[in-house]
């Protein structure tokens, strides 16, 4: 089983910048797709960002692009967000999710059923 524990989650004035953290345990190895997905209240859930194995391959929603950075540390199975210049809209969930696709291309990173674990959420709220 993999277990993924999220922190970082607050409240930020907008323009600020925030740092979330997913640390994954148990079984666990480098070799995972991993991404954040977020989910306002009567909203859908959204990708965000999303980052292969290897850290080569990075992907990102178009409401965040520009503004955030998704990246990892393999050493430490850990996957970072850095949020910047954050806007009220950017208020949500955010969720951290891992999976092992054979592929991570095309409309794979986006979509949720490409990840098997799913962290309990952290909050983050934006004020104006």
């Known amino acids: 089983q993999v277990q993924l524990v999220e922190s970082g989650g607050g409240l930020v004035q907008a323009g600020g910048s925030l740092r979330l953290s997913c640390a994954a345990s148990g079984r666990t190895f480098s070799n995972y797709a991993m991404a954040w997905f977020r989910q306002a209240p009567g909203k859908e859930r959204e990708f965000v960002a999303g980052?292969?194995?290897?850290?080569?391959?990075?992907y990102y929603g178009d409401s965040v692009k520009g503004r955030f950075t998704i990246s990892r540390d393999n050493l430490k199975n850990t996957l970072f967000l850095q949020m910047n210049s954050l806007k009220p809209e950017d208020t949500a969930v955010y969720y951290c999710?891992?999976?092992?696709?054979?592929?991570?291309?095309?409309?794979?990173?986006?979509?949720?059923?490409?990840?098997?674990?799913w962290g309990q959420g952290t909050q983050v709220t934006v004020s104006s």
């Open positions: 980052i292969s194995w290897h850290g080569f391959s990075k």
């Open positions: 999710a891992a999976g092992q696709p054979s592929y991570y291309s095309g409309s794979y990173p986006r979509t949720e059923k490409t990840y098997n674990y």
